[in-house]
């Protein structure tokens, strides 16, 4: 028998097995035909090599197949290398960085020019189309100075924290992204926001995610971290959870630290009108694929 011979067998159940992949998959294409999805993308993925490429690919995937991917980035590793280079010193609060007037072009500078068009590559070089943004061009987002107040736990006295030029959404002008999208690109977008009277404010990319999911209606916002999802007193994985859930969790102590502020994006996402928020992990190879695409997905979704 010859080496051909001998690898037919095996080119014939690769090939089944790739056939029963799509037939597997394509009640999912159906439901998502048409529909937008609103993936956040950073941490641990965007600093590896190999993931970086496969997100760059699964999101040409989504959109080749009839989906329309909306891309919105983080980068705060990127930004602390370049404070490091430029010798500024970064200080956070309660997760949030603090934003000066040095520091805020720093922001500006890495999220908007590096990291934006960083990500836009691996997706163009996939063979789509994408066309890196930031929440001031178009006037996309604007964006408000962050007020948050903090108790002192001996006097429990409660006092307005400064964080200089750290924002949040106040408004969403969708009018570029479905410009972007009607043209047939998928649009990355920078977590940066401008306010009515010119100002430039950072803004944490989970809530830009949210806000952009929130104001397209999106039928799924994707946010890709570093954790598998939500977890229960156990540790074990909640597959699906409600608002009212995501409440109860966070008063019994259930959802504490960090994934406090994602699942409340989250909330406010679905109650905004995405029809789906996800938490997943972001390290897991074709991650946003596994959950759009399998039965019951991966990560935690929460619904209104």
């Known amino acids: ?47 590896e090599e190999a993931l970086a490429d496969q997100f760059g690919s699964d999101i040409a995937l989504l959109k080749q197949v009839g989906i329309n991917p909306i891309v919105v980035h983080g980068g705060g590793p990127q930004i602390n290398a370049m404070l490091k280079r430029l010798a500024i010193k970064s200080t956070f609060v309660d997760g949030l960085r603090v934003t000066d007037d040095a520091m ?36 996309l987002i604007r964006a408000r100075k962050l007020r948050r107040t903090t108790r002192d736990p001996d006097s429990a006295i409660e006092r307005e924290l400064d964080l200089g030029f750290v924002g949040e959404p106040e408004h969403v002008d969708v009018r570029v992204i479905h410009a972007l999208t009607g043209a047939g690109l998928i649009p990355v977008i920078a977590p940066v926001g ?16 949210g806000a952009v999911a929130g104001a397209l209606g999106a039928t799924r916002l994707l946010m890709l971290t570093d954790v598998p999802g939500v977890l229960d007193a156990e540790k074990r994985l909640i597959p699906e959870m409600t608002v009212h859930d995501v409440r109860r969790g966070i008063a019994d102590g259930v959802i ?20 789906g928020a996800v938490i997943l992990d972001g390290r897991l190879p074709h991650v946003c694929l596994l959950e759009l695409f399998t039965e019951g997905g991966i990560g935690t979704l929460i619904r209104a």
């Open 194 to 209: 401008v306010s009515a009277e010119g100002q430039t404010y950072n803004i944490n990319a989970d809530t830009v995610a």
């Open 104 to 139: 805020v072009e720093v922001v500006e500078m890495v999220l908007a020019g590096t990291v934006n068009k960083h990500v836009a590559g691996l997706i163009n070089r996939a063979g789509a189309l994408a066309v890196g943004i930031c929440g001031k061009d178009g006037g």
């Open 1 to 47: 028998m010859s080496a051909g011979q001998d690898a037919q067998p095996t080119d014939i159940a690769a090939a089944s097995e790739q056939a029963r992949i799509l037939a597997h998959a394509l009640p999912y294409l159906r439901r998502y035909a048409g529909e937008t999805v609103v993936v956040k993308y950073g941490g641990h993925a965007m600093g």
């Open 256 to 275: 504490t630290g960090g994934m406090i502020p994602k699942v409340e994006n989250c909330v406010d996402a679905v109650q905004a009108g995405v029809k």
